[in-house]
């Protein structure tokens, strides 16, 4: 068992962190207030190799593990948590859902566009009607003989608006529910396929999150994405994964928030002596950098068992709700620590707090996470 870092992980960690340091943290708080998709950021991100993490060289990516992808989760959210959540679902749901489930035709033609940056990958499961009930979805897909026909609505889409490669599960055998779902790879410009409104949301202003509408979408069988009805069985090992990275996101926040609340507390001087001094806020910063760390490790465990091959769907759940709850926690006490200051733009703490919610409620709610791990507990037999 080894908990330290390697030298190459190292070098990636400060190299990511000196890219944060110039490109994004100088410019979040203009991205956040403009609520727009910071394109000028997608380049950079694909010169460092950022956005073909998850694609294998062969492919034109870096073909990370996934626990550097972790490491580089993290150092991006500790930045900007919408620029890392462009990079954790274009990486973890579209690119991964290509690697994991498509032909070598598909990655021969979506994955070197999707590290190279020249489109920004989405991938839509979420409807106005199914959350986390997947098993609602009425997005269909319909075989006319030589083409499937795409009808259906999504929402919720991250990179709905500014993508160019989707990935859409749709109902092929209805009677199966969730399990008569299957993916389809969809182009921006296809015709009958647009994206809606945009969302107006808490928080990742700088995050693009929009509706799609497919109306008579017409596919070659080509853009079958993995066997027939298999989208939501192939859907549940590429949450495992994006679990772990959502997990991280929470992890990089809350550490951004543990460091924003050290900092103050070394130079804020109240009742004569600074922050630090009084054992209360001592007690506070000690419960966030222990928080932090634990959901790390659990961070690690996971991403580490993936990279050798072996499934982790409760380790994903367990990172993921211990990491997301723990970051919320944290975010919040951090601005306790810098009172009215936090309370205000000119920290970034309260803009980690926004942020941070989502790790509560994408790929799967916390309540999500319990249930599946009650599964594994109990068995489906007891829990239903
Ligand atoms: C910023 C953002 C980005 C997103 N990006 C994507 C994306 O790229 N692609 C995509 O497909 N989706 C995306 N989503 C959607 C996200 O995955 C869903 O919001 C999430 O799965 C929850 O679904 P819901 O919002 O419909 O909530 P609901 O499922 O309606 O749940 C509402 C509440 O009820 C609880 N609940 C539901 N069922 C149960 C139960 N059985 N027992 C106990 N409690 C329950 C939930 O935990 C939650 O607290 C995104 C969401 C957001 C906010």
Request: proline content about 5%.
């Given at each position: 068992m080894n908990f330290e870092l390697s030298e190459e992980q190292r070098l990636l960690q400060a190299t990511v962190r000196e890219f944060c340091a110039r490109e994004v943290t100088p410019n979040a708080r203009r991205w956040d207030e403009a609520e727009?998709?910071?394109?000028?950021v997608v380049p950079k991100l694909a010169e460092l190799g950022l956005l073909g993490m998850n694609i294998p060289e062969e492919y034109?990516?870096?073909?990370?593990p996934l626990a550097d992808q972790a490491i580089v989760i993290e150092e991006l959210a500790r930045s900007d948590g919408s620029v890392c959540l462009t990079v954790a679902s274009h990486n973890s749901l579209c690119s991964g859902h290509i690697k994991i489930a498509g032909s070598e035709a598909q990655k021969q033609r979506y994955l070197p566009r999707l590290a190279s940056g020249e489109a920004l990958g989405a991938w839509g499961l979420t409807e106005p009607g199914s959350g986390s009930d997947a098993s609602a979805a009425r997005t269909s897909a319909e075989w006319r003989g030589d083409r499937w026909v795409l009808n259906g609505q999504k929402t919720f889409?991250?990179?709905?608006?500014?993508?160019g490669v989707f990935v859409i599960l749709a109902s092929t055998t209805p009677e199966k529910k969730q399990r008569g779902m299957t993916a389809f790879i969809v182009e921006k410009g296809q015709r009958g396929f647009r994206a809606g409104k945009k969302l107006e949301k808490?928080?990742?202003?700088?995050s693009d999150t929009a509706e799609l509408i497919l109306e008579e979408v017409e596919l070659p069988d080509e853009q079958r994405l993995g066997a027939l009805d298999h989208g939501f069985t192939d859907t549940l090992r590429i949450l495992e994964r994006g679990r772990i990275g959502i997990a991280s996101m929470a992890v990089g926040l809350a550490r951004g928030a543990l460091e924003e609340a050290v900092a103050y507390a070394k130079q804020r001087v109240q009742f004569g002596v600074a922050l630090a001094k009084h054992q209360a806020i001592q007690a506070m910063l000690a419960d966030m950098a222990t928080q932090v760390d634990a959901a790390r490790l659990l961070v690690r465990r996971a991403a580490w068992l993936q990279d050798q091959g072996v499934r982790t769907p409760s380790e994903s759940s367990m990172a993921k709700l211990i990491a997301a709850r723990m970051a919320t926690r944290v975010c919040d006490t951090a601005i306790q620590i810098l009172g009215g200051y936090g309370y205000t733009r000119e920290f970034p703490v309260e803009r980690y707090l926004r942020d941070v919610k989502l790790c509560e409620i994408g790929e799967g709610t916390n309540e999500v996470q319990r249930i599946l791990l009650a599964r594994h507990l109990f068995g489906p037999t007891v829990t239903g």
């Open positions: 727009a998709f910071p394109h000028e034109g990516g870096t073909g990370m889409i991250t990179q709905g608006s500014v993508g808490l928080g990742l202003h700088a």
